[in-house]
């Protein structure tokens, strides 16, 4: 009797036993997390960084950064032309398009001595877009016909001391002094002024 409750302890100690054998390896299979030596690394790409240079798009040139000068003038076949100059006094490029408003006035600021320059395609020179660069300058041509001052505007002949302009698109005037005999008649254009142009 005493043998058979041995063996019977013997042998449910062996079944706990392999019970717990069969648990732990079980439990050495299933491992932990990594215990392969394989990582897998999920890698989120930062956003790309690029450059970007933004260049300022060029504007009107201001009266107030202009500077006006009259040339020597010259005359031919009745039309006395006079050139006209715009400087750029400042430190950044502007640009210029088109005709001046140009008049002969009494003295700066004063008052304007009859009809307004005409716009004319003087020597075949046609509007363009200009970029002025900072100490460039830009030419206008002011004809003057003294031949229609001399027989239509006769009796209204005045000398001038002062020309006016005004630059393309702005509302500034700009005075130079000027030589040379204008007429006091409204209603008559005796002269005309070319568009601006780069070229001499």
Known sequence: MRTFHHLAAAGVAAVSLAGLCLLATACGTSG???????????????PSTRTVTVTPSTGPCQAGDLHLAVGQQNGAA?????????????????????????????APHGSVIGAPAGRREISGITPQLITLQPGATVHATLADSDVLTGNQCHSQQVPVHTIQVYPPGQYTALFAPISGTGCANRSLVVMWVSPVTSGS
Do not use: E, H, K, R
Request: proline share 9%; glycine share 12%.
């Open 32 to 46: 932990t997390p990594g215990s392969s030596g394989t990582v897998t690394v999920t890698v989120t790409p930062s």
């Open 78 to 106: 009745g039309t006395i032309y006079y050139p006209i100059d715009l400087t750029n006094l400042s430190s950044a490029a502007c640009t210029l398009y088109g005709y001046p408003g140009v008049s002969f006035v009494a």
